[in-house]
């Protein structure tokens, strides 16, 4: 179980960066736009690694044996991802207004990865339900907090947060494949 706990922590970290950019943008209605985020984050960051988990299950029988070197290149590819776009221009920035639209397509991109990342939860012995529920509020929790970071100033933690996030994926895929 504490495999979840560390996965989600590292998978909120891209929704913890955004919402860093959320509450600079945002300082007037901060807990208004924390809620938002920990809602649209929280809810797609859960249910995307659900339809990555039952693609995992699906793909089973074609790469059984291969399973874990699978997950280890997918949570490479997205530690990866998350430690370049920790060091280039983010996203938000070009934002001007933040509406409903807009927050449902940043939880959309910012859990794309944690879709991928699905995949390797079918290698552990867990509930998956009660691993979603994991993600989910962890990623609600760290993007609620990350809004009022960002709304006193935190510009400096934004690409600390996606370091530390692809970093710890990363771990996660050699542990799989070494275990």
Avoid: C, W
């Amino acid at each position: 179980m504490l495999e979840v706990f560390v996965l989600a922590f590292a998978l909120s970290m891209d929704a913890f960066a955004v919402s860093i950019g959320l509450g600079i943008k945002n300082k007037l209605e901060v807990k208004t736009m924390a809620l938002k985020a920990g809602l649209f984050f929280g809810i797609f960051q859960a249910l995307m690694p659900f339809l990555g988990f039952l693609g995992g299950i699906g793909l089973r029988e074609y790469i059984q044996g291969y399973d874990k070197v699978v997950a280890f290149i997918l949570l490479l590819l997205i530690g990866g991802k998350m430690l370049y776009e920790a060091f280039n221009e983010n996203v938000e920035e070009e934002i001007t207004q933040v509406t409903n639209k807009i927050l449902l397509t940043l939880a959309i991109a910012t859990s794309l990865d944690a879709m991928a990342a699905g995949y390797s939860l079918h290698l552990f012995p867990i509930n998956i339900y009660l691993s979603l529920f994991i993600i989910g509020f962890i990623t609600f929790i760290i993007s609620y907090i990350g809004v009022y970071v960002g709304s006193r100033g935190g510009e400096k933690y934004e690409s600390k947060a996606e370091i530390l996030g692809g970093v710890v994926l990363i771990l996660i895929g050699f542990k799989i494949l070494l275990y």
